[in-house]
């Protein structure tokens, strides 16, 4: 009978960054892409964030894998990247929090000594990816993003609801996303209300992908005042 052992094993990870953290950014933002996408390609959706204002960095999932294209080898076919699957899940969760740590403890510096808020925004995948670490990461994390995405069914609200009382916590939905149906914000704002913590909504007209005009709109409206309803009824067609 096969038995299951574990190594941890040194990795070199990749990430790309926007902004000059010489012009003392007031913002460190990590946004992590989704399912089968790169850094790089992500980062290009968020220039609009670049207006010296923030520091962003994309970093880039450890398991990278061919995209099969009908017709194309693998020498053509695309790469994309994914946080982790089902398989031994828990083991690259754990890595992706030891990652995501270094990550900012390699990059804050840079910065300087000067107050800076850190923003944590995930775009589908990475909004799981993003959650679980603002959760049990040693980063403190000042601003949740969720695109396209709720928090992990899998986290423990009950146990991590002060560390996510603590944040500014906003979930931005399309209104034509499949993947986010009104069902599942309404779901996920009474499992939040039932331990006190308050999401804010923004949503945009658009489906499961990055928008150029809701995304500065997040980004101004992120550190805003919670409204009693805790929904922001804000949107970049208003």
Known sequence: MPREHHLTVERTARYYTLGDPRG?????WIACHGYAQLAVRFLRALEPLDDG?????????????????????????PVGASWMTREDRLS???DYFVYLDALVAQVRPEIGAGPVRTVALGFSQGAATV?????????????LILWGSVLPHDLDVAAHAEVLRAMDLVIVAG??????????????????AAHGITMRTLSYAGGHRIEPEALVLVARE???RRRDSGEAAASPES
């Open 131 to 143: 959650s679980r670490w603002a959760a049990h990461g040693t980063s403190r994390v000042d601003r």
């Open 222 to 224: 992120a550190g805003g």
């Open 24 to 28: 003392d950014p007031r913002e460190l």
């Open 175 to 192: 209104d034509a996303d499949p993947h986010l149906p009104p069902a599942a914000l309404a779901e996920q704002r009474d499992r939040l």
């Open 92 to 94: 690259e969760i754990d």
């Open 53 to 77: 204002t923030r520091l962003i960095v994309a970093p880039e999932a450890l398991s990278r894998f061919y995209i099969e294209t009908p017709g194309m080898t693998h020498a053509q076919a």
